[in-house]
């Protein structure tokens, strides 16, 4: 019969660990995961799977070994029954002072006596002043031929969140007697604090299996295996030659097509034939100019007649004369279509001769008025 008050477990080989020593004694970061054990023999076998070569090590209990790996990946197992704890702990050389869970410690049953805001315990733990989050993980490294667990000790906030929650899934999975293949990966981080780029590395696990597979292996369910359908590789399809295209299929036209001439509004200085101007048409035509007309003043409109001119356009139409009046006044947009909706017409376009010879009696009355007041 067991003791039914302690807890069975696998006994502890060595320890994973992120980084090491230097000569000195300061703490040096590492890439590559470090494995520390007392037995020889379990570090030999670790490192014909993980590389590394075992040396002599001056643990804090006593003679031991460690491996420096030459991988940053480990394959692993966690085991059932507490293969992951974490608490709130301060040490020194007398061993742990406290051992909380953010609201009360532990060892004295007071109340937690560190600061909750993060950032400011992390300062307050680095000078040995507050508790500092302590992760404990328990996992069997599975290619490694030693029966028994490998511990993994961490003291950083990113690993106190990350690692749990994957940690419980593969202990409840393997408390049903599932297994779903893992990895531990140490990952190199950086971040930015008090203007200084800070890096370190994060031991990150990983579970190999889809959503469903864990699922099913979490509620004690035999894992679906998954079927692949595998790729059929494309027929061989034999080039196609593409003859070269005919000139009368693609050959592009080179007349254009015609496009009719939309007659645009008049205005000042537009050019008739690239080098002669509709004003300039006008002076040429002074012998119509009635005795009042001063050719030197831009607001006086002169009748145009037709000049035989071999590429002048036809006179001036009711709407340009309109247009011209509309810019001499300086009628607003609004003003002008004020005065087309006595017409019932919303552009001079649609007036009838009558009504366009109407409106340039008035509007020439309006210039004529506007000149005399200035």
Known sequence: ??????????????????????????????????????????????????????????????????????????????????????????WSGAGCQRRCDGQTETLSGSPCKCPTDQQVRAEQSAKGQACRPTTRLSVILPKIKTVGIWRLETHGYHAATELAGIAELLEKVSANNSYLPATLRLEQRSARR??????????????????????????GQDVPALEYTKPVAPKAVAPVVMPEPEFEEEAPTLIEPEVKAVEKEFEIGDEVDGSISRVEIIKQNAASW?????????????PIEEVAQPTARKPLGHVQRIQILKRELGLSDEQYRAGLAKYNVSSSKDLTPEQAVEVIEKLSAAVAAKKASS
């Open 1 to 90: 019969m067991p003791i039914l008050n302690l807890q069975r477990k696998l006994t502890e080989v060595g320890r994973i660990r992120l980084g090491a020593r230097s000569d000195k004694g300061a703490p040096t970061k590492l890439d590559k995961f470090r494995l520390t054990s007392k037995s020889r023999e379990a570090l030999e076998a670790a490192a014909e799977v993980y590389g590394g070569t075992v040396t002599a090590w001056k643990s804090p209990d006593g003679d031991a070994f460690e491996l420096v790996t030459e991988v940053s990946v480990l394959d692993v197992v966690v085991p059932p029954g507490n293969a992951l704890s974490q608490w709130y702990e301060m």
């Open 194 to 219: 008090g203007g200084k780029v800070s890096r370190f590395a994060v031991p990150v696990l990983e579970v190999g299996a889809t959503v469903q597979e864990a699922i099913a292996a979490s509620a």
């Open 290 to 302: 009635p005795e009042d007309y001063n050719p030197n003043d831009p607001y006086d409109l002169a």
